[in-house]
């Protein structure tokens, strides 16, 4: 009697495999994609990718409206969510000796829900990159502007300005309006969670009309 043997791909339904990647990181599920065609082809979809990313957001502190998702094809998701990692990868790959030492610092992402960040008080204008590098705050304290630099890696039209603003302006004369540059400063403090900025911005004469 010979022996038997059991396909553990074709025994194995196809969201039960799906239920697995979601617990795994991306490279993880990249090594398990890569064993054999019916994995590649039960692991390579969009909805295994749209919950990694997902993931990846939330573990690394990424500013999940970055990524519209809901328009994202496969390759697209892979690519963000492996966005981390090949960064990871090449630091590690290219640093010097001495970030390999024992006491070297670890690069680690800002943890938890909710990572609060402060800009410096700088001469005229403050900006912050949020994390994701999707989007830019601005300050002058004439006007705040959330700038959309469109998703990275995205193929860009150059007959298209490069990137757009949405803009709140402080016209003067209203109540809560910044003073003039009377000490020229300014600066601001933002607040993240998934879906969401609070900022807080201040500057100017350090007084409002």
Not at 149 to 165: F, H, Y
């Amino acid at each position: 009697m010979g022996w038997q043997y059991l396909s553990v791909t074709d025994e194995t339904p196809n969201d039960l495999w799906m239920e697995i990647a979601a617990l795994l990181e991306p490279p993880d599920i990249l090594a398990l994609q890569s064993t054999c065609r019916a994995l590649n082809q039960a692991l390579y979809r969009k909805s295994v990718w749209a919950v990694a990313l997902r993931q990846v957001c939330r573990e690394h502190s990424l500013f999940l409206p970055t990524f519209p998702i809901d328009k994202m094809d496969t390759r697209q998701l892979f690519i963000a969510a492996m966005g981390p990692y090949r960064f990871k990868s090449l630091i590690e790959s290219a640093g010097s000796f001495a970030a390999h030492a024992e006491d070297a610092p670890v690069l680690s992402p800002a943890r938890g829900p909710f990572a609060s960040h402060k800009v410096a008080v700088l001469p005229r204008t403050a900006s912050y990159l949020v994390p994701g590098g999707r989007f830019l705050l601005t300050f002058d304290c004439e006007a705040f502007i959330l700038w959309d630099l469109d998703l990275v890696g995205s193929t860009k039209d150059i007959n298209r300005p490069q990137s757009q603003g949405m803009v709140c302006v402080f016209p003067p004369g209203t109540f809560g309006t910044f003073a003039g540059f009377e000490t020229g400063y300014s600066s601001m403090d933002v607040s993240m969670r998934e879906d969401s900025l609070r900022v807080v911005v201040s500057g100017g004469s350090g007084k409002v009309t």
